[in-house]
Nanobody
Framework: QVQLVESGGGLVQAGGSLRLSCAAS????????MGWFRQAPGKEREFVAA????????SYADSVKGRFTISRGNALNMVYLQMNSLKPEDTAVYYC???????????????????WGQGTQVTVSS
């Protein structure tokens, strides 16, 4: 099965930056759309950002627009989430996910994604 592994989480101060990475087994993400979701304690999992399989189109939650950037690396099995100007409310477990349906525009609903990573913790202190 498809395997996704997130990395790059950690503890940062408000206003700081982190870069999350998601590595897919094999070359799976070359042909799949990819998304990032997050879940804070006591809250539902929510959409953060997504990118089409081609890397041409992106979507962002209003809460992260202008601060977060999703991208695909030159090695197309890798996707990244650059997070700048972090706020305490960004604290959550962040998950990457793969969309075999290659939704265009990029899917913002978790139901569109069939494969999920284990998550990486991001904690932003005040």
């Amino acid at each position: 099965q498809v395997q996704l592994v997130e990395s790059g989480g950690g503890l940062v101060q408000a206003g700081g930056s982190l870069r999350l990475s998601c590595a897919a087994s094999g070359r799976t993400v070359i042909s799949y759309g990819m998304g990032w979701f997050r879940q804070a304690p006591g809250k539902e999992r929510e959409f953060v950002a997504a990118i089409t399989w081609s890397g041409v189109n992106t979507s962002y939650a209003d809460s992260v627009k202008g601060r977060f950037t999703i991208s695909r690396g030159n090695a197309l099995n890798m996707v990244y989430l650059q997070m700048n100007s972090l706020k305490p409310e960004d604290t959550a477990v962040y998950y990457c996910a793969a969309d075999p349906k290659r939704t265009v525009p990029p899917g913002t609903k978790e139901e569109r994604y069939d494969y999920w990573g284990q998550g990486t913790q991001v904690t932003v202190s005040s």
